[in-house]
């Protein structure tokens, strides 16, 4: 570096390595010649006199503002392209806040996971509160990249998982960790002042097979923690269980629970019986419980740090990373059968028709009369009860689903969009290998538990809202008027109107898919309309939930997973005055920001989970390479045709460079193909990214030798 640093630079450069700000580190870190070291030298006793230092340390900790120059970390990229940062170090006591990181002029191009030097400017925006202008990228020599270890004629080396990265780079047989060719291995680059040679890498771990550990990579590409730092778990090891004085005993309610054959967490039950009141002939109570990690889990503590930083647990076929530690996900915060376990339980009144007609909260204690699974609970209604079932098939289970069959009438009449979209899921073997792909089957009795989540997330947001107490809800908007209008220009092509004051009625929509409904485009149409809509998202305002055609609706059913619904359950700790764990002044008026962060954390998780399982699936389409595949076009783009396979439900790409035959351009509008079949070939598979790319055969009846 030929110019001398400014102090705005020095300044910087000293807070991102406070553990040996020296002079001589300065130096080597700006390339400084011998000629202007005395300039240099001055400036850094100038920024030391002047105590910016001092000023900018404690601005963070003190203030909880960040100083005019700061080293952050590039997290995600926005919808529209805009890069979002954080604080590379943050000790504040609040949520750390979000950057936008202004667009470059010179020729740096940033990516997420990018450690920059910027200087900041406080603003009132609706996602950020600082603009960050860009000083320089600071390189991580000790960064470690995802690899896979491949022995060559020549040596060792490793090819980068990351597509940026994607350069061999050579592994000294010293520092090989004896890695297996084709094993999956984390490594860090070897510093070396050749910087023209060959670069060189040293392998820090060895995770297993690629096979083995598709999970693993998004873990890492995802930067999702997987270990609970000590103090956590130094928590953990003290932790109390709270007392049952002052709370309601819901012990002799037959609540059950009802999950997946592979549940890891229990943290809802319910129970339902006959309205006992008369004026409400034909009328249902439905209790809906739910574990009370508030109990456990206080504001500030190591272990509420912690879940917030992770937002939620995320769930791939061969292991799940909790938001909260085994303790409490697995055990205590669990609702085991015949476990007495604290709780917060709404009791919930509908008449005939499933319109509810009150509701109160209680927080109490209770137990698990059966922990079910959905199948064997289908079972027990469809005439088959097993030995787990039958005992309580009159009494609990039966009264369950009647209540369910009031709330489908009230659920018609409300007419939230109704998609049905054709899902694939994933067995596993013991050893984590592929067994099988299934078509993914939805039972009533999936539908019974998601009514009554549905029911007590509602009547949440309304005690909360009469209450006027802050929290979090869960809205989703209308689709935009480009994505309405690119839906209704795909449903003209498929031959079905959609006008345009439909838009702000799900009705419409459901219209037509039960329109499709069976046909062979069906599951294009729901498609469809599921990529015009918008995500829903966490917001300390309410503005309603489209999809669901609710005015006011929340997450309060799994705080296990979901540290939105935490916050929700303290909200309501606060607006029934139940203890002093509920919602602090600090909380309400971090509320929009915690919002933000769950929302990204929660995308993290969707990306990492989707990543998983294309990997999965690509794995398993290895066995039909070079084989014909059925499937429908699903999306058209500039550069190739993307089908999704029948067998998977996944898509793969046919590129434009082999479409000639079907003169595909832009100007012959090739959208009159969306949702056509076609007959591919499987020409390709990368388990590495889970792409998949095809080769077109036939759409329709027509062969493409004849198109």
């Known amino acids: 570096m030929n110019k001398i640093p400014t102090k705005a630079e020095i300044l910087g450069w000293i807070l991102a390595h406070s553990d040996d700000p020296s002079i001589r580190r300065i130096y080597k870190a700006f390339g400084v010649k011998k000629k202007n070291r005395s300039d240099v030298k001055r400036l850094f006793f100038q920024v030391k006199s002047e105590q910016q230092i001092q000023q900018s340390a404690s601005a963070n900790s003190v203030l909880d503002k960040l100083p005019p120059v700061c080293v952050i970390r590039i997290k995600n990229k926005s919808k529209d392209g805009r890069l979002m940062a954080c604080p590379e170090k943050w000790s504040g006591k609040s949520v750390a806040p979000s950057i936008l990181v202004e667009r470059t002029r010179n020729k740096v191009v940033l990516s997420v996971g990018d450690k920059i030097l910027v200087r900041l400017v406080a603003v009132s925006a609706k996602d950020h509160t600082y603009r960050a202008k860009l000083i320089r990228r ?8 995802l690899a896979v270890y491949k022995n060559t004629h020549q040596g060792g080396v490793i090819v980068p998982i990351i597509k940026a990265k994607k350069r061999h780079w050579d592994v000294p047989d010293s520092a090989s960790m004896n890695a297996r060719d084709g094993e999956l291995v984390q490594a860090e680059p070897i510093k070396s002042k050749y910087q023209y040679k060959q670069r060189k890498a040293r392998i820090v771990q060895c995770l297993g097979t690629v096979n083995d550990q598709k999970s693993c990579i998004a873990i890492h590409q995802n930067d999702i923690p997987t270990q609970f730092p000590k103090i956590v778990e130094k928590e953990i090891e003290n932790i109390i269980s709270p007392s049952f004085d002052n709370r309601q005993n819901l012990c002799d309610l037959p609540f059950v629970t009802i999950d997946p054959e592979n549940a890891r967490d229990h943290d809802d039950a319910v129970y339902a019986r006959t309205d006992p009141d008369e004026a409400n002939p034909n009328g249902h109570e439905i209790w809906v419980a739910i574990a009370d990690v508030a109990a456990y889990v206080t504001p ?9 930083r992770r937002g939620n647990s995320i769930y791939f076929p061969d292991q799940v990373v909790p938001m909260l530690p085994e303790k409490l996900s697995g055990d205590l915060c669990s609702l085991h059968e015949s476990k007495i376990r604290p709780c917060i339980a709404v009791k919930m009144t509908i008449n005939n028709q499933g319109q509810k007609i009150r509701h109160r909260f209680v927080r109490g204690f209770m137990s698990s009369v059966a922990s079910l699974n959905y199948s064997e609970v289908q079972f027990a209604i469809d005439g088959y009860p097993n030995e787990r079932t039958k005992t309580i098939l009159k009494d609990v289970i039966q009264p369950l689903f009647a209540a369910y069959k009031a709330l489908k009438l009230s659920r018609k009449k409300r007419q939230p969009l109704n998609l049905d979209l054709n899902e694939h899921k994933i067995e596993l073997s013991k050893q984590g290998h592929i067994k ?7 039972l009533d009795t999936h539908r019974w538990i998601e009514e009554f989540m549905i029911l007590a997330n509602c009547a949440a947001a309304e005690s909360l809202i009469s209450s006027e107490i802050a929290t979090l809800y869960r809205v989703h908007d209308r689709p935009s008027d480009s994505s309405f209008k690119d839906l209704q220009n795909a449903m003209q092509i498929m031959g079905c109107s959609l006008p345009n004051n439909h838009v702000s009625q799900t009705s419409a929509l459901n219209t037509v898919i ?3 409904a069976g046909s062979e485009k069906s599951d294009f149409v729901n498609l469809m309309i599921l990529r015009a809509m918008s995500s829903a998202r966490y917001s300390s305002q309410n503005t309603g939930h489209f999809g669901l055609a609710l005015k006011a609706y929340t997450h309060f059913t799994s705080p296990i997973r979901r540290y939105s619904d935490l916050i929700v359950h303290r909200a309501l700790i606060t607006a029934n005055d139940w203890g002093t764990d509920g919602l602090s002044a600090e909380n309400c008026s ?13 995308r993290r998780a969707m990306i990492a989970e989707r990543e998983t399982l294309d990997r999965y699936f690509a794995t398993y389409l290895k066995n039909y390479l070079y084989q014909n595949l059925s499937g429908r076009i699903s999306e058209i783009t500039s550069f190739g045709i993307f089908i999704r396979l029948d067998l998977t439900g996944r898509d793969g790409l046919t590129p434009k460079r082999d479409l000639k035959k079907l003169n595909f351009d832009r100007e012959s509008k090739p959208d009159k193909l969306l949702g056509e079949k076609v007959v591919v070939q499987l020409m390709d598979v990368c388990e590495f990214s889970g792409k998949l790319i095809l080769s077109l055969k036939s759409i329709g009846n027509s062969s493409t030798e004849s198109l």
């Not at 600071?138 to 990249?145: R, V």
């Not at 500030?300 to 917030?308: L, V």
Request: with cysteine.
């Open 590 to 602: 971090m509320l929009e920001q915690i919002a933000q962060h769950v929302c990204e954390t929660e």
């Open 436 to 442: 099988s792909v299934q078509h993914y089957e939805r």
């Open 138 to 145: 600071i390189e991580n020599k000790k960064s470690k990249m």
């Open 300 to 308: 500030q503590s190591a272990i509420d740090n912690e879940a917030f």
């Open 514 to 516: 039960s329109k499709f």
